[in-house]
């Protein structure tokens, strides 16, 4: 886990291709806070805890870092203080990926998934939630300013002219001419 600035180098931004839900929001405050790129802007739970952040996705997806700004400064008691990241294809299965106590700083937390104990790899999942356990101060309500989801950069197949095409089977070698 790091603070400070935002670590995307070197992977791509994939919170378009979930569904978001959350478990409560405040009128005005609600989850479309979380993705308009406004650092002044923040979802606000509306309940008691633990608050949820859903993400499902509509295949198996590997996810690489989960990255969320808060601001300690301005949000106070507002502010996540022990939050738990679980990992699994629907809510009935869902295991903990990651568990852990958070600094009152302000900036970016990013949580990278695949340092987790035995995997070495991004978990693939359904679905991901970001629990918010506990917050600073006893405070009961949360504010999270962005939430960013990161995978790897797959790698783009390039071929300089002298080198065979990739694809033999009958199927591809039909489509490598045009008529």
């Known amino acids: 886990m790091t603070y400070g600035e935002l670590d995307s180098e070197d992977k791509v931004e994939i919170g378009r291709?979930?569904?978001w839900s959350v478990s409560s929001a405040k009128s005005g405050h609600g989850i479309g806070m979380l993705r308009d790129n406004n650092l002044s802007t923040y979802w606000?739970?509306?309940g008691p805890q633990p608050h949820l952040v859903n993400l499902q996705f509509e295949k198996k997806t590997a996810v690489?870092?989960?990255s969320f700004y808060y601001d300690f400064k301005q949000d106070e008691s507002y502010t996540p203080l022990r939050i738990s990241v679980k990992g699994g294809t629907a809510h009935h299965d869902l295991t903990e990926l990651v568990?852990?106590?958070l600094e009152?700083?302000?900036g970016w937390v990013n949580i990278n998934l695949e340092d987790i104990p035995g995997s070495g790899r991004p978990p693939r999942v359904f679905l991901l939630q970001l629990v918010i356990l506990s917050n600073h101060l006893g405070g009961r309500d949360t504010h999270i300013r962005q939430l960013k989801l990161f995978s790897t950069r797959e790698p783009v197949l390039s071929m300089s002219e002298n080198e065979e095409l990739p694809f033999t089977s009958p199927e591809f070698l039909r489509y490598t001419v045009l008529r």
């Open 64 to 66: 690489q870092q989960i």
């Open 44 to 46: 606000q739970s509306d």
């Open 17 to 19: 291709l979930a569904t």
């Open 104 to 106: 009152g700083i302000t």
């Open 99 to 101: 568990s852990m106590e």
